[in-house]
């Protein structure tokens, strides 16, 4: 599989640091993933980090031949941790020595390698297919994914800053990935007033504002629940009816760029005529 003709470096740099970012968290949280897993999903995100950092660096290079770069230099990362000098454990010792490097070999880190790596082809397979599929264009748009990206990053930094009982980082990635997937299918089903699709519409916003969270803090922290659920309905409602105004818009960025300033020197005619 081929990407386009060329990439987008910036969108890659930002998909990198978004997963650096989850990657951290991973490490600070114990909940963002089932602790079953252990380590392992973070080894998996460094090597989907490399993925998207070479597609940045390599922006004309086949999806096969970056997912097998990614691949090379995890392994070699890893097989560089058999080797235990002095001047290089220094290294490793430091924070960023330590992220970048690691400190001890293990055969399972080079399958959560390949995991990572797998998921880079994988995500730029999925957008290329979607991207002749018209349902799923829009959700595929650079421009709508770095918002959801800036989005979620705001969210996990808020569940780290306010520390609220019913705020972490699982609930903040599903009810984030949950209002790009609906949030502007619904406002579009009460704006055109399709009353057909008004139910689905209703329990989708029910579903993702208060439905989502329900099911996983009945599970996870009942007294929680109890305790923050109407304060979230309403902050959760009111950001859901934000998301659906902000990714409504059908086309690129420079689509909106232009029906923007179209619109705008209309009603600016349409002002002077007035006067």
């Not at 597609?55 to 890893?78: H, K, M, N, T």
């Not at 089903?189 to 519409?201: C, D, G, K, N, T």
Request: glycine share 8%; with cysteine.
């Amino acid at each position: 599989m081929h990407p386009p003709k060329s990439r987008n470096q910036l969108y890659y740099l930002l998909a990198a640091v978004c997963v650096v970012f989850i990657g951290l968290a991973s490490r600070h949280s114990q909940d963002l993933f089932p602790q079953a897993f252990g380590k392992y999903p973070g080894d998996a995100l460094w090597a989907l980090m490399v993925f998207f950092g070479l597609g940045c660096a390599l922006p004309r290079c086949s999806s096969f031949r970056l997912a097998a770069y990614a691949l090379a230099i995890s392994f070699l990362v890893e097989i560089s941790q058999l080797y235990q000098a002095s001047w290089i454990n220094a290294i490793r010792g430091t924070t960023l020595g330590h992220l970048l490097l690691g400190s001890q070999f293990d055969w399972a880190d080079l399958s959560a390698y390949t995991v990572g790596a797998s998921a880079g082809f994988g995500v730029e397979f999925a957008l290329g297919r979607a991207r002749t599929i018209p349902c799923l264009t829009e959700y595929t748009r650079p421009w709508k994914l770095s918002t959801l990206a800036l989005g979620i990053a705001l969210l996990i930094l808020g569940s780290f800053y306010y520390q609220a009982p019913d705020w972490d980082i699982p609930i903040s990635l599903i009810m984030g990935m949950l209002a790009y997937l609906t949030a502007p299918w619904s406002l579009r089903v009460f704006v055109e007033r399709r009353w057909r699709l008004w139910p689905a519409m209703l329990f989708a916003t029910w579903f993702t504002v208060d439905g989502c969270y329900w099911l996983y803090w009945h599970f996870k922290n009942p007294v929680a629940l109890e305790l923050m659920r109407e304060a979230n309905f309403f902050a959760s409602l009111s950001l859901y009816g934000i998301c659906g105004v902000l990714w409504l818009y059908r086309g690129s960025l420079r689509q909106l760029q232009s029906d923007t300033g179209a619109l705008l020197r209309l009603l600016l005619s349409r002002t002077t005529q007035k006067k």
